[in-house]
């Protein structure tokens, strides 16, 4: 378990696929997402009885509240190649009462130290929509920056496209 002031970050259980399943769900929170097809909760409580075992390819760990006791989000490291030292980082907090509150900043430090210290990683990416700004800046303070800009590759809720900025971050960058 990794544990910082506000968040610690932990396996997923089975039971948490009530709380991804409303997150999924909810459109405020799934507006900047990539997803995929819809997935009922039976579905999703399936994937977390059968979710393979964290390895070094993919590490999916739930962010829990501290101060709450309860999950508000998600994170992870996928795509991992050892060979190169590279992986590619997706995160969200789900539980929008939490949205500004820090949560996510320590979050995303937590993961990238995990990544760097015991992953060896030497490059952590990640893709973000260009109207994120909420994200961009997280992300920003945190020390990744922006590699490129990828023209209309997200295709929004509302069907529109949207650009998406490709950032990276080396372990020297990070700003604990």
């Not at 009530?18 to 999703?44: F, K």
């Not at 949560?103 to 030497?122: D, P």
Request: proline share 4%.
């Amino acid at each position: 378990m990794l544990t910082g002031k506000l968040v610690r970050l932990r396996a997923i259980e089975p039971s948490d696929a009530e709380s991804i399943y409303r997150w999924i769900h909810d459109p405020e929170v799934g507006r900047y997402m990539t997803g995929d097809h819809p997935r009922s909760l039976a579905q999703l409580r399936k994937w977390g009885e059968e979710r393979p075992v964290n390895k070094y390819e993919n590490v999916v760990l739930g962010i829990e509240s501290i101060e709450a006791g309860k999950l508000i989000g998600v994170v992870d490291l996928r795509d991992a190649r050892p060979e190169i030292g590279r992986a590619e980082l997706d995160i969200y907090i789900g539980e929008t009462d939490h949205w500004d509150g820090g949560y996510g900043t320590e979050a995303l430090k937590l993961m990238c130290r995990y990544g760097f210290n015991v992953m060896r990683l030497h490059l952590i990416a990640l893709w973000v929509v260009a109207e994120n700004e909420r994200a961009r800046h997280v992300y920003r303070k945190v020390g990744f920056v922006e590699d490129g800009r990828h023209r209309e590759c997200h295709r929004g809720p509302d069907g529109q496209y949207h650009d998406m900025y490709l950032m990276s971050l080396l372990e020297p960058e990070l700003n604990d």
